[in-house]
């Protein structure tokens, strides 16, 4: 099959906004991101359930996301650990959304 430029051009418009937007972009939404991989062990509020209450932390953003990004040998696992397939301006994200809870 041959493509014409006319049949080109309009793929290669219309392609245009995927690769405009910055695909991590689409998820940088703390709250989206805390309900995927946080809620379960603090609950949908951070009122806490298998994991620690988070609403009202005295905890700063720069704390949460370093816990996030580096993990704490301190801590309970998981977050030993960094939290896995989170990048540093998601954990931002989820620590400033974390300390919006109240």
């Known amino acids: 099959m041959r493509f014409n ?5 309009i793929v290669a418009l219309v ?3 995927c690769f405009s937007v910055p695909p991590r972009a689409l998820a940088d939404d703390g709250g989206a991101i805390y309900k995927a ?3 379960a062990c603090h609950g ?3 009122q806490g359930k298998v994991g620690p209450v988070l609403k009202g ?3 700063s953003a720069d704390q949460i996301a370093d816990v996030l ?8 696992a998981p977050h030993k650990k960094p939290v896995n397939g989170l990048s540093a301006d998601d954990a931002k994200a989820v620590a400033d959304y974390v300390k919006s809870l109240k």
């Open 5 to 9: 430029k006319l049949q080109i051009s």
């Open 15 to 17: 392609m245009l906004p």
């Open 37 to 39: 991989k946080c809620a």
């Open 44 to 46: 949908a509020e951070g």
């Open 57 to 59: 932390t005295s905890l």
């Open 69 to 76: 990004t580096k993990g704490n040998d301190a801590k309970k």
